[in-house]
C-alpha cells in the first residue's frame, strides 16, 4: 500500500464488511460474496473512481473476481494471491476432514474451537498457523486451535503491535461474521 501511494496512486483497503472497523450485517448468515462485490462497485461510486487496479488475497479474492466479471469496464486489472478463479465454487468434499476449511464449514465447530480463547489468542494462532509451510489439517479429537504450540513465537513479519491492533478489531466485531463469508 505504502509503495502503491508512493508512486502516485491512490491505495484504498477497504474492511470488507463485518471485519475491522466496518459494521456487521444485521444477518450474517444470510450474507453472499455478492454482496461484497456490490460492495466494491459502492466505494468506486462513492469515492468517484471510473476504474480501478483490484488485489484480493485469500477470502478478498472471490469478491475481486466476482467484481471483474460483472463490472469490466470499471476494471484496470486484478491480481490475486491463494485462490485461483473458478467460474462456479468449488467442492470441498473430497479434502482432508481434519482441513480448517471443513471444519469452519460446520455451524458452532469453530465458535466452540475458538470460544476456549480470547480474541487475542485466536487471532495469533491463525498468523502462526497460517505462515508455515504446511496447511493446519486436525486430527480426530484435536480442534485447529489445537495445533498451535503456544509457546510458538509469531511469524517474523507480524508485531506485538500488529496482534494488539487486529486483535482489538476482532474483540469489537467477534468472529461471527468472518466464519460465514468465506466458510459458510
Not at 484504498?12 to 471485519?19: E, T, V
Not at 461484497?36 to 469515492?47: M, N, R, T, V
Not at 480501478?52 to 469496464?73: E, M, Q, R, S, T
Amino acid at each position: 500500500m505504502l509503495a502503491v501511494a508512493a508512486a502516485g496512486y491512490r491505495a484504498i483497503a477497504p474492511d470488507s464488511r463485518g471485519y475491522g472497523l466496518s459494521d456487521q450485517p444485521p444477518e450474517p448468515e444470510k450474507a453472499t460474496f455478492d454482496e461484497l462485490a456490490d460492495d466494491l462497485l459502492g466505494i468506486l461510486d462513492f469515492l468517484n473512481i471510473p476504474k480501478a487496479f483490484f488485489v484480493g488475497k485469500d477470502f478478498g479474492v472471490i469478491p475481486a473476481y466476482d467484481f471483474a466479471v460483472k463490472h469490466p469496464d470499471r476494471v484496470c486489472g486484478v491480481v490475486t494471491l491463494g485462490f485461483p478463479y473458478f467460474p462456479v465454487m468449488i467442492s470441498f468434499d473430497p479434502l482432508p476432514e481434519g482441513l480448517y476449511i471443513k471444519r469452519w464449514q460446520e455451524p458452532g465447530r469453530a465458535e466452540a474451537d475458538f470460544g476456549r480463547l480470547d480474541a487475542k489468542t485466536v487471532v495469533r494462532n491463525v498468523y502462526i498457523l497460517f505462515s508455515e509451510s504446511e496447511i493446519p489439517i486436525a486430527e480426530e479429537g484435536r480442534e485447529i486451535m489445537d495445533l498451535v504450540d503456544p509457546s510458538a513465537p509469531l511469524p517474523p513479519w507480524f508485531t506485538e503491535d500488529d496482534l494488539q491492533i487486529y486483535a482489538a478489531l476482532y474483540e469489537k466485531s467477534g468472529f461471527r461474521f468472518p466464519l460465514q463469508i468465506p466458510y459458510r
